[in-house]
């Protein structure tokens, strides 16, 4: 239930799509930072703040987080609960993206990494932008699945995560993100499995700028919200993993429903994360105290990211 608009909505019986009660409500409210309000930044960590991106950037303290992940509204007009972003020319959305990319640069450590999403119409500016304050590394293209068709346009199924570096000195922990794949063509030398798992016939591949296994949360699971983007916790995990090592400390400056900092926890690593809408914020606290007593991430367990299907 929408804490602004306090009626309740009818769900499915197997519906498991994260709401708020009221008494959730009064009592959420208590654990989240009004940005207008905080001092202390070590009081901060682990904090869902609920305020503007661009007032709460200018009171971090420079030279503090390992990994910014930025998933900022993409070029079109959306509407993102109390807030909205409408469509604007390529020139005049680079103008944008650079307001809150010169305000974050200054807060990455020098051996930090940044991922920024986007979508086709959003690369350009992006890739242009960034490369003004970081390296670009590469450009990593996810499988959405979830997408309406179009009559004379091919369906919009991917979107794209620009990955830049501060630095040439940065983290990127190659045997955290492999990926469990079956094996289709089984190679043996003298006799025995070459590079795979006898006993389920699995591989551990290299991760690739191509991602297939991801699952956009839906009704069906544990971290889906109402969130009219919400980015999945599994992705979240292959970057955070990767990218940055126990107590690192993430920086998310558009939260939404809290899937950066939800994953940073169930990981092991301390987050920042900036929400201007008061509801996702709520939802994202109730999501981090799910997490206490569930660090599961879909389609991740015992260390390995699965391909999607493989795992009986």
Not at 172 to 189: G, H, I
């Amino acid at each position: 239930m929408p804490a602004a608009s306090g009626k309740a909505r009818t769900r499915a019986p197997r519906n498991r799509t994260i709401e708020l009660s009221e008494r959730e409500i009064d009592r959420l409210r208590t654990r989240i930072v009004k940005g207008s309000k905080f001092i202390d930044f070590n009081g901060l960590r682990n904090t869902i703040v609920c305020g503007d991106a661009f007032t709460v950037l200018k009171k971090l303290p420079k030279g503090s987080f390992d990994l910014l992940f930025a998933d900022p509204p993409y070029n079109l007009t959306k509407e993102f609960g109390s807030e909205s972003f409408r469509e604007r020319s390529t020139a005049e959305y680079e103008e944008w993206l650079d307001s809150w990319a010169r305000l974050c640069a200054p807060l990455l450590k020098a051996t930090a990494s940044v991922y920024i999403c986007g979508d086709w119409r959003s690369g350009a500016a992006i890739q242009s932008v960034g490369s003004q304050y970081f390296k670009l590394r590469n450009r990593i293209t996810w499988e959405r699945e979830k997408g309406r068709g179009a009559r004379a346009n091919w369906k919009n199924a991917a979107e794209d995560i620009w990955f830049f570096t501060v630095s040439d000195d940065y983290t990127f922990n190659l045997d955290a993100v492999k990926q469990r794949r079956r094996v289709l063509a089984p190679y043996r030398d003298k006799g025995e499995p070459k590079d795979w798992n006898e006993n389920g016939k699995y591989r551990d591949t290299h991760p690739s700028n191509l991602w297939t296994d991801i699952s956009v949360p839906f009704w069906s699971m544990p971290e889906n919200t109402d969130h009219p983007t919400q980015k999945p916790e599994k992705l979240l995990a292959k970057i955070i993993l990767a990218s940055t090592n126990e107590s690192d400390l993430v920086l998310d400056p558009f939260a939404g429903s809290g899937t950066t900092a939800v994953a940073a926890k169930k990981l092991g690593r301390d987050f920042v994360a900036v929400e201007s809408d008061e509801n996702h914020c709520l939802i994202a606290q109730k999501r981090l105290e799910m997490a206490e007593t569930d660090r599961s991430i879909q389609g991740f367990s015992e260390n390995v990211f699965w391909e999607r299907n493989s795992r009986r």
